[in-house]
């Protein structure tokens, strides 16, 4: 089992940075893939990023250069640096992860197993 936190959230004005945190405990080396998805008020979650184990990123086509998604083992988290914010950025924020040995399809969460509770991002005018 893996038991993943997300924090960083805030209220932050149009423009402005974030950075997001998930921090991972637990079975954390059965860990294969894990990323980052958001669903607005009123629409359906959807992926922003996503890190697997051999180092690859892929990100939304929406948060391409202003969005970075990284791994810090050392801490165990699962970092997401936010910059050139939106108001269509405000989201709540959802950390996930999949295991080794699962067949995992990002942009629908097929696959991750392991989900934070959120954590709330809102960009301002």
């Known amino acids: 089992q893996v038991q993943l936190v997300e924090s960083g959230g805030g209220v932050v004005q149009a423009g402005g940075s974030l950075r997001l945190s998930c921090a991972a405990s637990?079975?954390?080396?059965?860990?294969?893939?894990m990323g980052w998805y958001r669903q607005a008020p009123g629409k359906q979650r959807e992926l922003v990023a996503t890190?697997?184990?051999?180092?690859?990123?892929n990100y939304v086509n929406s948060v391409k250069g202003r969005f970075t998604i990284s791994r810090d083992k050392a801490k165990d988290t699962l970092d997401l640096q936010m910059t050139s914010l939106k108001r269509e950025d405000t989201a709540v924020y959802y950390c996930?992860?999949?295991?080794?040995?699962?067949?995992?399809?990002?942009?629908?969460?097929?696959?991750?197993?392991?989900w934070g509770k959120g954590i709330l991002v809102t960009v301002s005018s």
């Open positions: 637990g079975d954390i080396f059965s860990i294969n893939v």
């Open positions: 890190w697997s184990t051999g180092g690859s990123t």
């Open positions: 996930a992860a999949s295991p080794f040995g699962r067949t995992v399809i990002p942009a629908t969460g097929y696959g991750m197993d392991y």
